[in-house]
């Protein structure tokens, strides 16, 4: 009680135990009795009959004086309520005797009312309902993936964080430090007043994994103008102290790169959807997809587009493949669910814990009976959780329940590294085999849907080789222009986006076409290297000017596909996405430090002007080392 904050519980408890432990002393008889077992009531001779003395007075002498309306509907004057109370064990006496005598008492019966076979019915069907219960809570010591050391929610799956683990296993030490400080210091020697304000300790439980952590960021602006501020001081003392501003100028002047970064730390993001409406106005919008195409789904979308989950997981298993299975038609007898892998250590880590950034519910898949947590979002922030929720599709949908919807359909479906083919020859059994060409250390499903796409189009005839991709995201998009030119031929690549009434197919031929090979080709670094998941933005500058410069010079095109065909980036490269940042900030100058120093001169001291200037080339080295990396690993898919 100490440990977990009751302070009623924990004042009139504590007391009542030191009166208990003093009972041999100063309530020697009282004592004696209780030993011997004279807490109990024997009313009649019924065996196993016996109640407490509490519960004994409540079922006979306060049940038997009650009148209509209590005491307030009794009487109002304080003699005749006295009086009432008075003699209160004698009318109880007299309605008990009453009883006797007209039979309407049973305490001559020897038969238990538990044994009658209705109670035992009863009693059966509840125990019955425990069983059920426990039955679909996972079993804490025998789940897939589970680390020993982790504290499992028995009845949800979750699993407790850090500091939730931390506080449930200190739980009990803590209290009975508290419990024996309270009674030295309230009950033994009366240093505290016994009803002073406890100590709240405020220890975290499961519950608290509910509660949704809300905060906010209010230090980007001010960082921006400290930032500025910064600079109007070092003009001034240039002036005074004959200093070279552009030399000044030549470092970045804060801990972190605030064109790259937000000042905790964290990437900076940009709108990558106005890239995705940019690029399709350049190609066309088709109404239908052709009946032979096979479909390829973003098993991360799918999940993302629940809203509210159903009841269960084996609930939610059909939904997700009834939703994957409507693709499928007499001609078209394949489909692919592609998912993201999740390792400890990748590229995206720091977007998966920005992603996460209001909390996260861990919690492991055991089997299909298990609830669906009501907080969907914040389950889906957890990468273990979704990866233990692809596995356990796997499982779901290899068992016999689906073999009449597998019937001479294929279903690829990816869990980690690996991919698996569910299929069914006869309706009655599945078959489950993995898929060695499709199997990759890819963590992103953006990239490995083309690794999918170029199976599908190198193993069906010409002809035949639509593929459509069903995803929202404006990277799938960006990929399938970049390898467009790359396909086995007579491939098209069709992608499926948006919801609803805004649920439109994008032809992506048609906007190769527009933009031309040698664009396409540098589609992938320049979006790499102006922002994606993985990789930093420059603050203020969109898509839309970046694309432009590709669009208008070969030697930029040219520099990001240089970029996005090797990891570690060569000189030339680093020396070109200099120039290409000074363009960017529409400067001609030849060195981003000139850029970053007219910047300065023209708008350093407008209070509205927030754009930060260009990093400095130390910095832009590892953002272009990180663009490189993230870009060479999508072109090498196909």
């Not at 004086?65 to 003699?87: E, L």
């Not at 499903?445 to 069903?470: F, K, Q, W, Y």
Request: charged fraction near 20%; proline fraction near 4%.
């Amino acid at each position: 009680m100490l440990a977990y904050d009751r302070p009623n519980h924990t004042r009139y408890l504590s007391l009542y135990w030191m009166e208990m432990k003093d009972l041999p002393n100063s309530h020697l008889s009282f004592h004696a009795a209780l030993a011997s077992g004279e807490f109990c009531v024997q009313r009649s001779d019924r065996p196993f009959a016996q109640t407490p003395v509490d519960q004994a007075i409540e079922n006979t002498v306060n049940k038997n004086m009650k009148t209509r309306g209590g005491i307030v509907g009794f009487s109002r004057n304080p003699s005749a309520v006295h009086k009432w109370m008075v003699n209160a064990h004698f009318r109880a006496d007299v309605y008990e005797q009453c009883k006797i005598m007209t039979g309407l008492t049973d305490a001559a019966s020897t038969v238990h009312k538990d044994s009658a076979p209705s109670r035992i019915k009863s009693s059966e069907d509840d125990v019955q309902k425990v069983l059920t219960v426990i039955s679909h809570w996972p079993n804490p010591f025998d789940v897939e993936g589970q680390h020993t050391s982790d504290l499992m929610n028995i009845s949800s799956g979750a699993t407790a964080s850090d500091c939730i683990k931390r506080d449930l296993l200190e739980a009990s030490s803590i209290g009975n430090k508290q419990f024996l400080s309270f009674v030295d210091d309230r009950l033994k020697n009366g240093e505290t007043s016994f009803f002073d304000k406890l100590p709240a300790n405020k220890l975290k439980t499961f519950t608290s994994m509910a509660k949704t952590a809300r905060f906010s960021v209010r230090g980007k602006q001010v960082a921006i103008l400290a930032d500025r501020a910064f600079f109007v001081r070092a003009l001034v003392i240039a002036q005074n102290r004959s200093m070279d501003l552009k030399k000044i100028l030549s470092f970045d002047l804060s801990p972190i790169p605030l064109s790259l970064a937000k000042p905790d730390g964290t990437l900076a993001k940009t709108a990558k959807s106005v890239l995705l409406h940019k690029l399709e106005k350049l190609g066309s919008s088709l109404v239908t997809v052709p009946e032979n195409a096979v479909t390829i789904w973003d098993g991360m979308a799918v999940l993302q587009s629940i809203s509210k989950p159903p009841a269960t997981f084996a609930d939610l298993a059909k939904t997700v493949f009834l939703t994957i299975a409507a693709s499928l038609s007499f001609s078209t007898t394949r489909v692919d669910f592609v998912c993201d892998t999740y390792p400890d250590v990748s590229i995206k880590c720091i977007e998966h814990a920005s992603r996460a950034g209001e909390g996260v519910l861990r919690m492991n898949v055991a089997h299909g009976n298990q609830k669906c947590p009501s907080q969907w979002k914040r389950f889906l922030a957890e990468g273990s959780n979704k990866a233990s929720l692809v596995q356990y599709f796997v499982t779901e949908w290899s068992s016999g329940r689906y073999a009449s919807l597998l019937q001479n359909r294929q279903v690829y479906v990816t869990v980690g590294p690996r991919c698996y083919l569910l299929t069914s020859s006869d309706g009655v059994g599945v078959s489950s085999a993995l898929v060695s060409d499709l199997a990759t250390d890819q963590v992103e499903a953006d990239t490995r849907m083309l690794l999918h796409a170029n199976h599908i189009a190198t193993n069906r005839p010409e002809g035949s080789r639509t593929v459509v991709l069903c995803s929202p995201d404006t990277d799938v998009l960006v990929l399938c222009c970049a390898v467009a030119h790359k396909m086995p031929a007579g491939t098209r690549l069709i992608m499926k986006t948006g919801s609803g009434n805004n649920k439109r197919y994008i032809d992506i031929p048609s906007i190769a076409s527009s933009l031309g090979e040698r664009v396409c080709n540098a589609l992938s670094g320049m979006h790499a290297f102006t922002g994606c998941d993985s990789t930093s933005a420059f603050v203020g500058k969109g898509k839309t000017a970046a694309l432009a410069l590709v669009q208008k010079s070969e030697k930029f095109a040219d520099l990001m596909v240089q970029l996005s065909s090797a990891f570690d980036p060569s000189p030339d490269v680093l020396s070109g996405c200099e120039e290409f940042v000074y363009n960017l900030y529409g400067h001609k100058e030849r060195s981003v430090s000139l850029c970053r120093y007219q910047l300065f001169c023209a708008k350093s001291c407008l209070a509205d002007q927030l754009v930060p200037p260009p990093p400095v080339l130390c910095r832009k080295k590892k953002h272009v080392a990180r663009a490189a990396y993230q870009s060479t690993l999508a072109t090498l898919i196909v």
